[in-house]
């Protein structure tokens, strides 16, 4: 077998969606291809979600519409991502396997009628997923119109966590892997505390529901074990096609928006990194949402070149308020997300369907037809990815890295912290936007990462943060690297126990301070602090810093810390170590990364507001994707040619309101430090 492609075979950016032909009748089918072809689609997703009508009773297979369907859009030059239809078993499959259903926490046995609805840990399943994926390899991996495998939909979403008995037995064996005796188990889990201590490893029961707090550790674990039993399921299948087909292989994720998977160790196990992604109607700014998602999406793929495997072309049907995009925006979100590294635009779904629960979520060819404002901007921006085929292959580069760590994620969103108003997405969310404001185009990585290359590294939610990782840390700020590192971070293990030392210790060395008590604010209460004579507004969160070295450039100016230091600064080594020790909004982040990007060597790029701009990086040619949010024209310094208008940039350009402009330019090299 030749060597695995990592990216599926197309000579354009990829452009289409998922395809449910088997929701019509067939003379729709063509009519379908006709207008995939009018609109520039080259790629849709099939298959992901008829296991019922591909595999109509145990072991008994009917391929006969599918190869009907594969071969008409082969014979319109339309490739294929093949799905397995896994996220969702035929009403057999439970009527033969009741105990494959998933039971939440609370005890309560999951139905059927819904999706994504079997326990990644019954044996029943995990045989059942990898025979159809098997099939569907053996009849379809030499067929010249597949160029990708699309396994399962979106794992871990609706349901992660499973606490039927096949979990619990899965857990149990598991958690013997992973600490070989009852001593260790109990010592990790602090399990002195509160009574819980075990003594027979049947006795170890999955979190569910109790009458208080579960155990903390426990819960992490758990939170471990969920992710690795559902990438168990997605590597068996992924083996099993391997096995006949030499296509990439990929799942779709959903970076930013679902935290059950640890995305860094699912992108080592797929081809090609794929994401779903749909704007969170409440956020007045989703592309900064979209921007965080883009970016993680990139990041974890080592900064390779990306699929969007869906996102919509106006409203989603699932939120509380389902809100349309508004003309243009559709596009801008598509090329934003091409302007962050995806090589590929895909949405859910190419034909509106009439029933089901997603019959009001948008599509490509909408219930309005053709003659709609949808299906127009959906023809208008195939024909503009048409024209930037050459985009293809090139790559973002950062000089700043934001730290992302589902690990640490997991256990701080866990019940019990100081303050029910702490959350790490508002941090990471208050930082990332202070960078996209100012311009920065930023990378995610882990606390363990290689970050010598970057100037800056922002480090917004750390909560977990082992002493492996605190100690790369200090190293990157001895090697000359600024680092800038935000309140309730550096404070438990891998165990979620506190460090020795107290809170913060295992960075004490690299930030000259330490904590020596958390002070939260009362909800709806704010303070300030005095930042070179200005007052910056603070609220949630304030904390008594004891200086070991460091100098003090902020101070409460009120509230439970008025007098102590609210900001510092360290040198260490070759290196600067900033720590934060409160909230400030974005806005309020922008006097201090004034200094912050002195001392990374760093400078906000000066853009008109509402403007962003990603440059990718390629052999010959880089190129400048301008996404101008604004209701009025944005112009900004560039030279070179705008691939979708023609239009020449002369020292500067300007984009029209609400506009795109992908701009080919000369290549730049990365300066580093």
């Not at 439970?94 to 926490?105: G, K, L, M």
């Not at 994926?133 to 030499?142: C, I, M, P, S, V």
């Not at 969170?280 to 974890?300: C, F, K, M, N, Q």
Request: charged share 20%; proline share 5%; net charge negative.
């Amino acid at each position: 077998m030749t060597a695995t492609p990592r990216w599926p075979e197309l000579d354009a950016i990829a452009y289409g969606g998922d395809y449910n032909p088997e929701q019509w009748p067939r003379e729709t089918w063509r009519e379908d291809v006709t207008l995939m072809r009018e609109a520039g689609v080259n790629l849709v997703s099939i298959g992901i979600f008829s296991w019922a009508l591909i595999e109509t009773s145990e072991g008994v297979f009917d391929f006969s519409w599918l190869d009907e369907i594969i071969d008409l859009l082969h014979e319109n030059g339309i490739r294929v991502d093949l799905g397995t239809p896994t996220a969702s078993p035929p009403a057999w499959f439970f009527a033969r396997y009741p105990d494959a259903r998933v039971i939440s926490r609370d005890g309560t046995v999951m139905g059927f009628g819904s999706r994504g609805m079997a326990s990644p840990s019954s044996p029943a399943y995990q045989h059942a997923s990898v025979r159809i994926a098997t099939e569907l390899a053996q009849r379809y991996g030499g067929h010249p119109a597949i160029v990708l495998w699309h396994v399962h939909n979106e794992y871990g979403v609706p349901v992660g966590e499973d606490y039927s008995p096949n979990a619990v037995a899965a857990w149990q064996e598991w958690l013997r892997a992973r600490y070989g005796t009852l001593d260790a188990l109990n010592s990790a889990w602090g399990t002195a505390f509160w009574g819980q201590h075990y003594g027979e490893w049947e006795h170890v029961g999955a979190p569910a529901a109790a009458p208080s707090v579960v155990n903390p550790a426990q819960r992490l674990d758990f939170a471990r074990f969920t992710d690795h039993q559902l990438r168990a399921c997605f590597i068996a299948e992924r083996d099993a096609i391997r096995a006949h087909a030499t296509q990439p292989i990929t799942t779709n994720f959903m970076a930013n928006q679902s935290l059950t998977t640890d995305l860094w160790a699912w992108a080592r196990e797929v081809d090609v990194v794929s994401d779903d992604h749909y704007l969170w109607a409440p956020d007045p700014e989703g592309e900064i949402g979209l921007a965080i998602a883009a970016d993680l999406t990139r990041s974890v793929g080592g900064g390779k070149p990306w699929i969007l495997m869906e996102h919509s072309t106006s409203a989603v049907n699932w939120q509380p308020q389902n809100v349309a995009k508004r003309p243009g925006e559709m596009a801008r979100n598509s090329l934003a997300h091409l302007g962050r590294g995806a090589d590929a635009i895909l949405f859910f779904q190419w034909r509106a369907s009439r029933s089901g629960a997603e019959k009001f979520h948008s599509t490509m060819l909408p219930h309005a037809g053709t003659d709609s404002r949808v299906f127009r901007e959906v023809v208008s921006l195939g024909a503009d990815l048409g024209k930037l085929a050459e985009v293809r292959g090139s790559q973002v580069r950062a000089d700043v890295a934001v730290l992302w760590d589902f690990e640490s994620f997991w256990a701080q969103d866990l019940e019990w912290r100081p303050s029910d108003l702490l959350t790490h997405a508002e941090r990471v969310r208050a930082y990332y936007e202070r960078l996209w404001r100012d311009g920065i185009t930023v990378d995610f990585a882990l606390p363990g990462h290689d970050l010598s290359g970057y100037r800056l590294v922002v480090v917004p939610a750390q909560y977990l943060l082992t002493r492996a990782d605190a100690d790369n840390l200090t190293r990157y700020v001895e090697g000359g690297g600024t680092l800038v590192v935000s309140f309730f971070s550096g404070i438990v293990d891998e165990h979620d126990a506190v460090h020795e030392g107290g809170y913060l210790a295992p960075l004490q060395q690299a930030l000259g301070v330490r904590v020596e008590e958390f002070l939260p604010l009362r909800e709806g209460a704010t303070a300030g602090i005095d930042w070179s004579g200005e007052r910056l507004a603070i609220d949630v969160w304030a904390e008594d810093v004891a200086v070991v070295g460091a100098e003090v450039r902020a101070t409460y100016l009120d509230g439970p810390a008025a007098g102590g230091p609210a900001v510092t600064r360290h040198r260490h080594g070759a290196g600067t170590g900033w720590y934060i020790s409160t909230r400030p909004d974005a806005a309020g982040l922008a006097a201090i990364f004034r200094d912050v990007y002195a001392d990374a060597g760093l400078a906000p790029a000066d853009l008109p507001a509402g403007l962003e701009v990603i440059r990718r990086h390629g052999a010959d040619a880089d190129f400048v994707v301008a996404v101008n949010h604004a209701e009025t024209p944005a112009t900004f310094p560039i030279d070179g040619t705008d691939l979708l208008s023609g239009h020449a940039a002369e020292g500067e350009f300007t984009v029209r309101a609400g506009g795109v402009a992908v701009i080919r330019t000369s290549p730049t090299s990365r300066s580093g430090r």
